[in-house]
């Protein structure tokens, strides 16, 4: 899309406003004639300005009713991927809860030679331009129990914050509350899940017998398997509870269900789109110059030169109104191309 000068309405609107403004002061009517002609086009401008802000108005009335109807077209679907990561989450609970599923030793290590560590200090490792802290340094340089098994330690504390939403690990019944978008872009921007894909999917063979799945007892194994079918029935009815299990899942949730969940939740708490906002904008401006102060010139008897000038910018605002309604509108319906 070719980057157009954003000064270009203003300027247009200005310099056509100036030129109005000293026509109307060099005009050769004088007298009484001056101040009818005057007062006439303050009645045309009072009638016109009502006549656009009539069509603003309902054009922002019909897009705001339309607004609400696609929030509340998304609102299910907003709902139902919720309810899958936490589906997910419930099961990442159960499983790196049970402190015979990891390695004899391996959280006491973390948890005591780098405390406070996250999964975001060493992911941030694979970013660029980002300040790696010490701590996360020495852990990616630390060979005992293997990085990745590390890694996915931390990556499902990841997914099991204190907060507002940690009572949803304990509900039994499918919840509504939605995510805080905030931790919806952190958990999107680091992929999460992805480790869990890498190690027990593409890697396992090398981390045979390090994750003990047989010490979950077989109602927990249950539950997983109910929460897994919860989440995608089909994809998960033929792979018995394991590594393969738990990496399908990490997968899942890293490369589908956070990508959607989080672009779905941003469009539904999008806030006014920039046309509408410039439309309440001008339309303030508009019946401030063109309605509220030619009425009061016309009612009173003030000196020429106001009326002069309220001409002049009534004329300035609706002209830049159409010229600035253009871009922004290009601006709105263009789509970026990633070629």
């Not at 060099?26 to 009638?47: H, P, R």
């Not at 390695?103 to 200090?121: A, S, V, W």
């Not at 010139?297 to 009326?307: D, M, T």
Request: aromatic share 12%; hydrophobic share 45%; proline share 3%.
């Amino acid at each position: 899309m070719m980057k157009t000068n954003k000064n270009v309405p203003l300027i247009l609107s200005l310099s056509i406003g100036s030129i109005l403004f000293v026509f109307l002061v060099s005009t050769n009517l004088s007298g009484s004639k001056k101040f009818e002609a005057l007062d006439k086009s303050m009645d045309y401008i009072v009638q016109i300005t009502s006549i656009f802000a009539g069509i603003v108005i309902a054009f922002l009335a019909s897009k705001i009713i339309q607004l609400r109807q696609e929030k509340l077209q998304l609102k299910p679907q907003l709902i139902q991927l919720s309810r899958k990561l936490n589906c997910f989450r419930k099961v990442i609970h159960l499983l790196s809860s049970d402190y015979l599923f990891w390695q004899k030793g391996l959280r006491d290590h973390i948890e005591k030679t780098y405390p406070g560590i996250t999964f975001y200090d060493v992911r941030d490792i694979t970013f660029i331009d980002v300040e790696i802290t010490q701590q996360a340094r020495e852990f990616i340089k630390d060979e005992k129990f293997g990085e990745l098994k590390k890694q996915v330690y931390l990556e499902m504390k990841s997914f099991l914050p204190s907060g507002l939403y940690e009572r949803m690990l304990y509900d039994a019944y499918d919840s509504d509350e939605i995510y805080p978008i905030e931790q919806l872009l952190k958990w999107t921007k680091y992929e999460c899940g992805g480790v869990m894909c890498s190690t027990f999917v593409d890697k396992y063979q090398a981390y045979l017998g390090q994750f003990n799945f047989d010490s979950i007892p077989e109602d927990t194994q249950i539950a997983i398997k109910n929460l897994s079918s919860k989440i995608d029935k089909e994809r998960y009815k033929n792979i018995k509870f394991g590594a393969s299990l738990i990496g399908e899942l990490g997968s899942q949730v890293s490369l589908e269900i956070l990508p959607k969940l989080t672009k779905v939740q941003l469009s539904f708490q999008e806030k006014m789109p920039i046309v509408i906002q410039f439309m309440y904008k001008t339309l303030f401006l508009l019946l401030i110059c063109g309605a509220i102060i030619p009425i009061v010139l016309i009612n009173f008897n003030l000196p020429v030169f106001f009326k002069q000038l309220t001409l002049s910018l009534s004329l300035g605002i609706m002209l830049y109104f159409l010229i600035k309604l253009y871009y922004v509108m290009e601006e709105e319906i263009f789509v970026e191309q990633n070629i």
